[in-house]
Nanobody, 117 residues
């Protein structure tokens, strides 16, 4: 069974940076596409960044140019580098894995990111 452990969140001022990590176990990490989602208070959980098993990335417009998703197949870990953070980036951030030909699976607990002065 897949286990996802997100870390790296915290409180940061506008314009600051954070690097989130998601350690994955229980699956063959290298054959899965990976993604980061976020859920702000009172809102739905939205996909914001995606990386295929071959390393092709895609982003929603609101984070494009500020966030970078990457993966380390030797460490079974996916990262989200977040720069120039804005108050509207405040949310709980989650990662998830998408096996070939399948949907996203179980969720981890997420990591809270708060952007505030």
């Amino acid at each position: 069974q897949v286990q996802l452990v997100e870390s790296g969140g915290g409180l940061v001022q506008p314009g600051g940076s954070l690097r989130l990590s998601c350690a994955v176990s229980g699956i063959r990490f290298d054959i899965n596409d990976m993604a980061w989602f976020r859920q702000a208070p009172g809102k739905q959980r939205d996909l914001i960044a995606y990386i295929t098993r071959r390393g092709i990335t895609n982003y929603v417009d609101s984070v494009k140019g500020r966030f970078t998703i990457s993966r380390d197949n030797n460490r079974d870990t996916v990262y989200l580098q977040m720069n120039n953070l804005k108050p509207e980036d405040t949310a709980v951030y989650y990662c998830n894995a998408r096996p070939p030909g399948a949907a996203f699976g179980s969720w981890g607990r997420g990591t809270q990111v708060t952007v505030s002065s």
